[in-house]
């Protein structure tokens, strides 16, 4: 399980996708996350998921790569989805005591299921076509607005990358700090919940010295290079807005036209 979180993992490629400008594709995913709440049925949420699946494509990415991102919360979508089944009007189709399942309660489970699933996906294209340098310019640049304010905005975003970077060299920490107690005969896969619980102990604490050792060494390292912040720091790579950008952006405000078109004039799926 630890090796399927694919949280925070760089592909580098050369596609459509990858070559956008950082700031539009972080821009691009905060709307889609915005109107995939707004389809408020399915023939807008179709559409939305008909643009994911172009952008999986055009992203060069393995699409393997992208559902291998949903292993990792394929509980919480499973969960969600069932707990949905029991929410709706319609028609009975079976009941078991104050519990029922109706024609509604199936169609809201099978929605909210593609809202999530197209969510997760969209957003995986953002870390996985965009390299955390890139990340970092593009947080900046558009927080840029925040130093009004008084606000260190390179700081944010320079913690924020960081900890979106060390994600996978966490993730596969602990899978050898797994392995290497598996190898000493601990058990980690049977018992009842509290012996599981007690059984992370073993993991948890190395894990956490690891954790604060690169902290440290990754410090150590910035001082050695005389970091001191934002301030007055030059860009090695300039980030341009070029037609491929205009041509994304374009083609989302078509997405999201129809989408609004539709949510004006098809009847809510959730009921």
């Known amino acids: 399980m630890v090796r399927d979180i694919t949280l925070g993992q760089y592909f580098p490629g050369k596609s459509f996708i990858h070559r956008l400008d950082a700031r539009v594709k972080i821009l691009l995913t905060f709307v889609y996350i915005v109107f995939i709440f707004i389809a408020s049925n399915f023939q807008g ?4 998921t008909a643009l994911v699946f172009t952008v999986l494509l055009l992203s060069g990415v393995p699409i393997k790569q992208y559902f291998k991102s949903l292993k990792a919360i394929l509980f919480v979508i ?54 955390p340098t890139d990340l970092t310019d593009a947080l900046e640049r558009i927080m840029k607005p925040l130093k009004v304010f008084h606000i260190k905005v390179h700081e944010i975003a320079m913690m924020m990358t960081i900890a979106l970077r060390f994600v996978p060299t966490l993730l596969e920490e602990t899978d050898k700090i797994m392995s290497a107690q598996k190898a000493r005969g ?19 604490i190395p894990l956490f010295v690891s954790s604060f050792r690169r902290a440290y060494d990754l410090a150590m390292a ?17 980030l341009h807005a070029t037609g491929r950008d205009a041509v994304a952006v374009f083609a989302t405000f078509i997405v999201c036209s129809a989408v609004v078109w539709c949510s004006l004039y098809f009847p809510a799926a959730l009921r």
Request: glycine share 10%; with cysteine.
């Open 45 to 48: 949420l179709l559409t939305m």
């Open 78 to 131: 499973i969960f969600t989805s069932v707990l949905n089944l029991f929410y709706g009007s319609g028609q009975v189709v079976w009941q078991w005591g104050f519990m029922q399942i109706t024609t509604g309660g199936i169609s809201n489970a099978i929605f909210i299921t593609i809202r999530i699933v197209s969510l997760i996906l969209f957003s995986s294209v953002l870390t996985f076509t965009t390299s």
């Open 186 to 204: 601990a058990d980690l896969e049977s018992g009842g919940l509290m012996q599981r619980v007690k059984a992370l102990i073993p993991i948890l």
């Open 222 to 238: 910035m001082e050695c290079r005389c970091y001191h912040g934002g301030e007055g720091r030059t860009k090695m790579k300039i």
